[in-house]
């Protein structure tokens, strides 16, 4: 094969024109060239399944994935971006995955299409210029496949991308939303570009762009586990109600009934993840959320939009002050500054504990004491509990010394709440626990949206997802913690 011939395949994969067999470009391309390993250690030609195919030939130009474990998304599209690279001049690939060893792991994938190449097309058009650990360059067509990890600083800043391949991204580290926006933006005009990762959890930039894939251009894919011919077991004597319309809607068979079966014995609650069946159950059944997602999801769908804004839009108010009753201002600092976390207030009903008003805003401590003190007097002189770590000290001065404010929480003589190691479990408990028991006394999609995204950690902590924030959360913890002292 030369070079030619090559450029020529490029044309072909780029007009996306099926043959006279009706075969897709990319679809007999694969088969013709490229070769991988199966799960047995066999190499053999790469021979599109029923996932890939479905995928190629219902893609876009822009692309979501979600599936389940090991259904062969991840080497096709990796496979038909190396076809993409080696017979189009000029373009530039990029791999990015979770971790590094995990990138290192898919290059090796690639590294081996290039290796099972015709031996003349490997001495000739597509000998390498370049070969590393994470790159290989074809300086004949001036081309380059590059992997990287979503972990790196600044990964694929100042490159400009013609295929980017986004693999795990519910998996990623650190602000996955920071990467992957500095990753977009290196996508060239009319580049290509696939985002695909199984589930976990719903909230983080994964669930993020799945949900709002319809504004952002996106085109959805979900592959059940049922598509991969290999998912198949043991049939059952029997089969549970729930078993049986799961067969009768997707036309399971038994054996795949028994699979689903050693799925439950051996993942357990993690089976909706590892395993999704649809595109909403997967990401509520799975994740490190200190909340069971069906209550925050029930409320969501009841809600209402505010009374009434205020401030731009940081103010939302759903029940005005009523003379006579007593409010409580739970309120949690933040240092300001157009980058850093929210100053956070919750107005609660003392009674009650209805949710009456929230503000969230970029507030130094200064302002967010004028601003509770001002809330706290248009709700008829509330209590002002003040969350009084870091910046809270600072809050606290303020709203005694230039806001003469003296209605303020106080435990033992020393005013503002104090969240520790302690007590932070049974203030996140006390939250789950109103959001299972008594869900209508929140009014806020802000909040509820803060729940989602609140997660337990290895080291047994807790606090926001990578990327998401927690200060209304915490500003509600606090409020009905001190609302719990008050009224004993």
């Known amino acids: 094969m030369t070079q030619q011939q090559l450029l020529d395949y490029g044309k072909l994969l780029e007009a996306n024109q099926p043959n006279d067999d009706g075969e897709l470009p990319a679809l007999w391309m694969a088969l013709k060239l490229l070769r991988i390993r199966d799960r047995n250690g066999t190499t053999n030609p790469l021979r599109a399944n029923r996932v890939q195919r479905l995928f190629e030939e219902r893609r876009d130009r822009k692309n979501i994935v979600l599936k389940a474990r090991q259904m062969g998304i991840t080497t096709w599209i990796a496979g038909r971006f190396f076809l993409k690279t080696i017979t189009i001049p000029g373009t530039l690939t990029v791999l990015c995955a979770h971790t590094r060893e995990a990138s290192e792991g898919l290059f090796g994938i690639v590294q081996r299409l290039w290796q099972n190449l015709p031996d003349e097309l490997c001495r000739d058009a597509l000998k390498l210029s370049r070969s590393s650990a994470n790159r290989m360059v074809f300086r004949s ?26 693999s795990e991204i519910a998996r990623w580290p650190g602000d996955a939303r920071a990467t992957l926006a500095g990753l977009r933006a290196s996508l060239a005009p009319g580049g290509e570009m696939t985002l695909e990762s199984t589930p976990r959890g719903a909230s983080g930039a994964f669930y993020e762009e799945w949900t709002h894939a319809a504004e952002t251009g996106l085109m959805r894919h979900f592959y059940p586990w049922w598509l991969e011919p290999a998912y198949t077991g043991a049939a059952p004597l029997e089969l549970t109600p729930r078993e049986l319309e799961l067969a009768a809607r997707h036309g399971l068979t038994p054996g795949q009934i028994g699979f689903r079966r050693e799925l439950e014995r051996s993942f357990r609650g993690l089976r909706a993840q590892e395993y999704a069946e649809d595109p909403e159950s997967c990401f509520k059944a799975s994740g490190d959320c200190c909340f069971p997602p069906e209550p925050i999801e029930r409320r969501l769908a009841e809600l209402r939009e505010p009374l009434a804004t205020r401030r731009g839009d940081a103010l939302h108010l759903w029940f005005p002050p009523t003379a006579g009753r007593k409010y409580l201002l ?9 980058d850093g976390d929210y100053a956070a207030i919750q107005i609660l009903d003392l009674e009650s504990g209805l949710q009456c008003a929230e503000l969230r805003e970029r507030l130094a401590p200064i302002e967010l004491a004028r601003t509770a003190a001002l809330l706290a007097r248009e709700y008829n002189r509330a209590l002002i509990a003040v969350e009084r770590n870091n910046h809270g000290a600072a809050a606290l001065a303020y709203l005694d010394s230039r806001e003469r404010y003296d209605h303020v929480y106080a435990r033992d003589g020393v005013a ?3 969240t520790t190691a302690g007590n932070k479990p049974a203030m996140i408990a006390r939250i789950g626990a109103l959001l299972e ?35 209304l959360l915490m500003a509600m913890a606090v409020a009905h913690s001190a609302r719990n002292e008050v009224k004993r």
């Open 141 to 166: 067509l001036d081309s380059e496949f590059r992997v990287i990890s979503a972990g790196e600083e600044n990964a694929g800043r100042g490159l400009t991308i013609q295929n980017l391949h986004l």
């Open 330 to 338: 739970g309120v949690d600092t933040a240092g300001g500054g157009p």
């Open 416 to 418: 503002g709440w104090l």
């Open 437 to 471: 028991e008594d869900a209508k006394l929140f009014y806020s999609r802000r909040f509820l949206a803060e729940c989602r995204t609140f997660v337990s950690f290895e080291n047994g902590g807790t606090g926001a997802a990578p990327g998401a924030h927690d200060d």
